[in-house]
């Protein structure tokens, strides 16, 4: 799977690789790119079939390894996969462990609820997850999942110190 975003003033590059484990992306290999501005920054994770260890690799930086459950980590951009699978099974307390770059981290989600947002014009009935953050962390986010398209991820809002951002899908819905 692979996700682009681009502008004039640069290019941001996300590629998974993964096999199936139930609900879980089983991720094998992670790989972000970006390039902007006359700078290029990389990351990427390996985790070999069957593999204990995750190899992080960054620009700038010490490859590093750590540990990571067999056939259960996925990686920041098939998370969202992991998500729309548990929600369709009726899950309502989610718990991920995401490799990145920098370490293994269990992601909570919590399902707030249902909730009917206007898309393309359209109403659309959507299930709100938060994102369950320990400590005091002061980013939030939150995701709506529309269930009558497959539960694709149709709302991002994050909000934290710089503000409140948010992402909407336009254009998509049949």
Same mark, same amino acid.
């Given at each position: ?19 199936w484990n139930g ?7 992670y ?12 990351a990427?994770?390996s ?9 992080a ?9 750590y ?8 990686d ?11 929600l369709?099974?009726?899950? /309502?307390?989610?718990? #991920?462990?995401? @490799?990145? =770059? ?9 399902? *707030?609820? +249902? ?23 002061? /980013?939030?986010?939150? #995701?709506?999942? @529309?269930? =009558? ?9 994050? *909000?934290? +110190?710089?503000g ?7 254009g998509?819905?049949?």
């Open positions: 799977m692979e996700v682009v975003a681009s502008n004039v003033l640069g290019e941001i590059r996300e590629t998974s690789r993964f096999v609900c879980t992306p089983v991720s094998r290999f790989g972000y790119r970006r390039k902007g501005l006359g700078r290029l920054k990389e990427e994770v985790i070999p079939a069957g593999g204990t260890t995750a190899t690799k960054r620009s700038g930086k010490a490859d590093r390894q540990p990571v459950p067999a056939a259960a980590v996925t920041k951009i098939s998370l969202t996969l992991a998500l729309q699978c548990r369709a099974r009726g899950e /309502r307390d989610l718990t #991920l462990h995401v @490799a990145d =770059e920098r370490e293994l981290e269990s992601q909570h989600y919590l399902v *707030e609820g +249902e909730e009917t947002l206007s898309l393309d014009g359209k109403p659309i009935t959507t299930v709100k997850v938060r994102r369950d953050r320990s400590g005091n962390s002061p /980013r939030q986010t939150w #995701l709506w999942f @529309a269930p =009558e398209y497959g539960y694709m991820l149709v709302q991002l809002v994050q *909000e934290n +110190e710089d409140r951002h948010v992402m909407t899908l336009q998509a819905l049949p």
